[in-house]
C-alpha cells in the first residue's frame, strides 16, 4: 500500500482541497490520509468564507497519523495564516518524508488562501522544507519576486526559488500566453521541459490534482521526471473530463488509474527495498510484468520499458511502465498464461542453486528448459527462443509453474522466470526464497 498524506483547506465543493487531494490519492491507487488546516465555505461559483484551524488540533491530526501509519509522501496545499505555517512547519522540519508543496494563494474564484502577512513565513518555512514545490506563472512571480514572460523568465524565477531552499521546482506553464501548455522541472540544477496541448475550458481543481498526482507518483517510487509527466498527463485528462456540475465554474473530475500499473508500480518498488536484492539480479538485469486477463500479445504485458538494475549493493529502476515495455519476461508470461490463465505475472532472476533448493524445501512448483535442445530456427528468431523454452517446459505440466528456469547455453545467462497470479503474489514468493 502506497500512503500519502494532505496537509490542506478543505473545500466543501470538493473539487480542490483536502477533499479534491483524497479523490486523486485515491484513483491513483493510493490510501489517502488528511491534516485539515482550515475551513472554507465555496462552491462553483463564489468563494465565500475562510478560517483556519487551531494549531493545537493541527498539531494533533499530524501527530495522530506519523505515530500510527508509514507516510510515503507528504502534499502541502492551503496553509492560510503564520500560527498555521509554524505549526505545520515545527511538525515536519525533521521527517525524511518527501514534501510535495504546492503554494495556493488565490481560489478560481477569488477566495484567499493565504494571509498577506503569513507570505514571509510562508517562504522562509514551507519552501525550504520542500523536496519539489508547484507553483504556477503568478505563484512563481510572486515566490521569486520578479516578472515571468518568457520561457527563459520562468527557468530564472526556478532557479531563484531553488536557492531559497526548494530542493526541486515545477513552474507550471498553464498561465503563459502559447498554444501549448509547457511545465518545466528544475532538477538538480537541470531543467526537463514538459509540453502539452493547451486545453481551453477552465475549471476547479486542476491544479490540485497536478500536486497529489505528483505526490503519489513520488510515493510510488517513480523518478522525478516520470512522476512531473505522469501528474501533468493526469491533470490534463482531468480537467479535460471536467464537470458542470453547479452552476458556476466546471470542476474537475479525477479518472481512475490502471490497477494494473498501480499494482505492478507498488510491487516494484516492494521489490527493490527488500533487503540484499541486488545479489538476485541477472547480469541482464531484472524486469517484473503484469499482464491484463487472457493476453493475446505482449502489447497487453505491463512491464518496464527499462530494467531494475543493480548498482553496487543497490538496486534502481530505470525507464517506466508501458504495455509491450517487456519482450523477453513478457513473451514468458504470454506463454504460460496461454496454457494456465491464471498466471499473469512475473520477475526474471539470477540462477542460483540455492536458490532453487530453497524453492524445492517450499514445494514450489518447478519446471526446466534446456537451451541446448533449441531448434535453430527459433534462435535466429527474436522473441521466440523464450517462447520455444516456455512451451517446452511446461508442455507436461498439469498445474501452473511457480518457477521455470534454464541452465544457459554459450553466451547466454543462465536464468530463473519466478511466477504468480499477481504482482504481490510474486513478491510473496520472493519472500519465501530471498
Ligand atoms: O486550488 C487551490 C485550492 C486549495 N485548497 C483549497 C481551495 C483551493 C481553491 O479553491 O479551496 C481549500
Known amino acids: 500500500m502506497i500512503n500519502v498524506l494532505s496537509i ?4 466543501p465543493s470538493s473539487g480542490a482541497g483536502v477533499q479534491g487531494d483524497i479523490k486523486t490519492f485515491t484513483a491513483l491507487g493510493a490510501y489517502g490520509f488528511s491534516a485539515i488546516t482550515a475551513l472554507t465555505s465555496q462552491n462553483s461559483s463564489k468563494f465565500f468564507k475562510s478560517e483556519s484551524v487551531s494549531p493545537g488540533i493541527i498539531r494533533s ?5 506519523f505515530s500510527d501509519f508509514k507516510i510515503d509522501a507528504i502534499k502541502i496545499g ?3 495564516d503564520k500560527k498555521t505555517i509554524k505549526t505545520i512547519h515545527s511538525e515536519l522540519k525533521n521527517l525524511k518524508v518527501p514534501i510535495v508543496l504546492d503554494p495556493v494563494f488565490e481560489s478560481t474564484t477569488g477566495g484567499m488562501l493565504l494571509c498577506a502577512d503569513a507570505f514571509l513565513d510562508f517562504k522562509k518555512l514551507l519552501v525550504s522544507l520542500s523536496y519539489v514545490i508547484t507553483p504556477n506563472i503568478p505563484e512563481a512571480e510572486r515566490i521569486a ?3 515571468i514572460r518568457s520561457l527563459s523568465d520562468t527557468k530564472r524565477a526556478a532557479l531563484e526559488i531553488n536557492s531559497m531552499g526548494a530542493k526541486n521546482v515545477i513552474i507550471k506553464g498553464g498561465h503563459m500566453q502559447d498554444d501549448k501548455v509547457t511545465d518545466i522541472l528544475l532538477e538538480n540544477k537541470k531543467f526537463h521541459i514538459f509540453s502539452q496541448k493547451r486545453l481551453l475550458q477552465e475549471s476547479h481543481g486542476g491544479g490540485c490534482i497536478f500536486s497529489a498526482a505528483l505526490c503519489v507518483n513520488i510515493a510510488k517510487g517513480k523518478s522525478l521526471s516520470e512522476s512531473t509527466r505522469l501528474a501533468q498527463k493526469t491533470s490534463f485528462e482531468s480537467i479535460k473530463n471536467s464537470t458542470r456540475i453547479g452552476k458556476g465554474i466546471d470542476i474537475a473530475r479525477q479518472k481512475n488509474a490502471d490497477g494494473i500499473e498501480v499494482d505492478l508500480s507498488v510491487a516494484i518498488k516492494q521489490f527493490v527495498n527488500i533487503k540484499g536484492i541486488y545479489g538476485y539480479i541477472p547480469e541482464v538485469q531484472t524486469n517484473f510484468v503484469f499482464a491484463k486477463p487472457r493476453p493475446k500479445s505482449i502489447f497487453h504485458i505491463l512491464g518496464l520499458e527499462g530494467r531494475i ?3 553496487g549493493k543497490s538496486v534502481a529502476v530505470v525507464g517506466t511502465l508501458k504495455y509491450g515495455g517487456s519482450r523477453h519476461v513478457a513473451n ?3 506463454e504460460v498464461a496461454r496454457k494456465f490463465p491464471t498466471i499473469r505475472s512475473a ?5 542460483d542453486k540455492e536458490i532453487l533448493k530453497k524453492s524445492t524445501a517450499k514445494r514450489f512448483h518447478i519446471a526446466y528448459y534446456d537451451r541446448i535442445l533449441e531448434p535453430s530456427d527459433a534462435k535466429v528468431t527474436e522473441g521466440k527462443t523464450i517462447s520455444w523454452g516456455i512451451k517446452s517446459a511446461i508442455e507436461k505440466l498439469r498445474s501452473p509453474p511457480d518457477i521455470i528456469y534454464h541452465r544457459g547455453d554459450m553466451g547466454k ?3 530463473i522466470l519466478l511466477f504468480g497470479t499477481t504482482p504481490k503474489d510474486v513478491l510473496i514468493k520472493i519472500g519465501k526464497i530471498a
Open 309 to 311: 538494475v543493480k548498482t
Open 78 to 80: 492551503m496553509v492560510y
Open 145 to 147: 519576486g520578479m516578472k
Open 347 to 351: 520477475v526474471n532472476i539470477k540462477y
Open 61 to 65: 491530526q499530524i501527530r495522530s497519523i
Open 413 to 415: 545467462e543462465p536464468m
Open 8 to 11: 490542506a483547506g478543505s473545500d
Open 332 to 334: 514468458a508470461v504470454l
